[in-house]
C-alpha cells in the first residue's frame, strides 16, 4: 500500500495496477480517518478541532501529492503510453482518460519504459 510512499518522486519504471490501486485505497483509508475529527469538529461545532483536522488534511495532501503524481506517470508506463499523459488531468474529462488506463491490464513484455513490475 505504501510502495509509492518508498518510490517517492520515482516517475521512471513501471507501477502495475495493484500497486497503483492499493495505493489509492491507502489514499482512500486515511482521508476518511482525516474526515472523522473534522466531521466531529463540524457536529460539535468546535473551531479547533475543525481547523486542526483540516490542518493534518493540507499536510497529508502536500507530502503525498508527488506520490500520487509519479504512481500514475509510472501505471500509464506500464499501458505503454507517455507520462506526459498525466496532463490530460487538467482538461475536462482528461481525468476519464487517466481512469480508462489505470484500469487496463500493462503491456504483459518488457517495454521503452522498463521491464515487466514484479507482482500480480
Request: glycine share 8%.
Amino acid at each position: 500500500m505504501i510502495l509509492p510512499l518508498k518510490r517517492y518522486a520515482q516517475f521512471e519504471g513501471r507501477a502495475n495496477r495493484r500497486e497503483y490501486w492499493m495505493f489509492q485505497l491507502f489514499l482512500l483509508i486515511v482521508s476518511a480517518v482525516l474526515a472523522v475529527p473534522l466531521i466531529a469538529g463540524l457536529v460539535m461545532q468546535s473551531d479547533v478541532l475543525g481547523i486542526g483536522s483540516i490542518i493534518l488534511f493540507v499536510v497529508f495532501w502536500l507530502a503525498t501529492f508527488v506520490p500520487v503524481i509519479a504512481v500514475t506517470v509510472r501505471r500509464l508506463h506500464d499501458c505503454n503510453q507517455s507520462g506526459w499523459m498525466y496532463l490530460l488531468a487538467f482538461v475536462p474529462f482528461g481525468g476519464l482518460v487517466i481512469f480508462v488506463f489505470a484500469l487496463l491490464p500493462g503491456t504483459p513484455q518488457e517495454n521503452v519504459y522498463g521491464p515487466v513490475p514484479a507482482g500480480p
